[in-house]
């Protein structure tokens, strides 16, 4: 029995123990790979003679997919343009979910792709992992996106995944980092975090554009970067506290941000550790991507203009106005008291009762 298993180069076991007190086993063909399963659907069990032919031809499904099928099409996705260019964050996300819909929906034709019971069939699908509402999404945009790329390429006539609407809401209308977060903040966290909120709070970057920032991007005066996202090229001078921070920052390291090893933070890590500060130092409700719409409003409150704005940012002006009047609804209050304080200075050498 473990001579099989032991066979099997890359095979994932994850050991269950069902209610009855059983134990089985959830085979995989590689990890985050389908599940191996019998004909009837229940799993197939370690040193089951099934399990070898099974793993095989998920292999073998996997290296040769019937052009097609969907399988096949996800095949020319990962090896097209449409892929490879995307950062790899983007790419991750899209890998996270790929074998799922392959697994799920993998053997459908063209023809079957673009039936209206497609559609359904998606539905139940992503209603079965709609307990977790963000990644029900994930799947659902990655399977949207392989479908538009085959429209894109001629191969479907349409996208029967196109508008499916999103489980996940949230509301980030008062997502904004105010002093007394900055400062509850930086009293706990380390300062490998604390410059990582400096450079968010000032240049208003995504957060994966400034983890991947490095020393070449930065004068001494300013960084000059491309936002992975849009391509956009923004040119971001540097504010004073944010040139006394790195004054006298080692720049060994290739990257601007590091951990508390020395070495590029990767995107988890950095969440974690983010997640960790927030927790020791009571913030709650506030994300790094909020920094971003924080800078935004701070930037307006200032007098900027959108175009101003948006020249540091890499905001596009409809993205600025929503930020400062639907989204930010905190930032929308301080402009309001700015305004309202511009008026009463300019009316103070006269009463506005004696207008006419």
């Known amino acids: 029995m473990a001579s099989i298993v032991h066979a099997l180069k890359g095979l994932a076991k994850v050991k269950k123990t069902l209610a009855d007190g059983r134990m089985i086993y959830y085979c995989y063909a ?10 009837d659907g229940s799993p197939i069990q370690p040193g089951n003679s099934c399990l070898q032919v099974e793993f095989d031809r998920a292999h073998e499904d996997r290296r040769n997919p019937n052009p097609g099928t969907l399988s096949g099409l996800i095949g020319r996705f990962l090896a ?28 459908l034709t063209f023809e079957e792709l673009q039936a209206n019971s497609a559609r359904g069939k998606f539905k139940e699908w992503r209603d079965g992992i709609s307990c977790h509402p963000r990644s029900a999404d994930y799947a659902w945009a990655t399977l949207n996106r392989v479908l538009s790329f085959g429209v894109d390429r001629g191969e479907l006539s349409a996208n029967i995944a196109r508008r499916g609407g999103r489980l996940y809401r949230v509301d980030r209308r008062e997502a904004i980092w105010n002093s007394s977060d900055i400062r509850a ?6 300062n490998e975090l604390k410059l990582a909120l400096l450079l968010g709070l000032w240049t208003g970057q995504r957060k994966g554009d400034l983890l991947a920032l490095p020393w070449s991007a930065y004068d001494g005066r300013a960084f000059r970067l491309r936002q992975s996202k849009t391509g956009r090229r923004v040119y971001i001078p540097a504010a004073k506290a944010v040139r006394d921070a790195l004054a006298g920052s080692d720049r060994r390291p290739p990257t601007i941000l590091i951990n508390t090893r020395g070495k590029p933070w990767t995107s988890g890590g950095f969440d974690s550790s983010w997640r960790k500060a927030c927790a020791a130092a009571g913030v709650s409700g506030l994300t790094f991507h909020d920094l971003r719409g924080t800078a935004v409003t701070r930037l307006a409150i200032a007098g900027c203009s959108i175009a101003e704005i948006g020249a540091v940012t890499g905001h596009s002006p409809k993205d600025i106005d929503a930020i400062l009047h639907i ?3 905190g930032g929308q209050r301080d402009l309001a008291q700015q305004a309202v304080a511009k008026w009463e200075i300019a009316s103070a050498e006269r009463s506005p009762w004696t207008e006419t």
């Open 185 to 190: 903040f930086n009293a706990f966290a380390p």
């Open 80 to 107: 097209s343009t449409d892929y490879t260019l995307k950062s790899a964050e983007t790419r991750r996300e899209y890998a996270r979910y790929l074998d799922d819909i392959r697994e799920a929906f993998g053997h």
């Open 30 to 39: 590689w990890r985050g790979g389908p599940l191996l399963k019998h004909k």
């Open 327 to 329: 989204h930010y609804l």
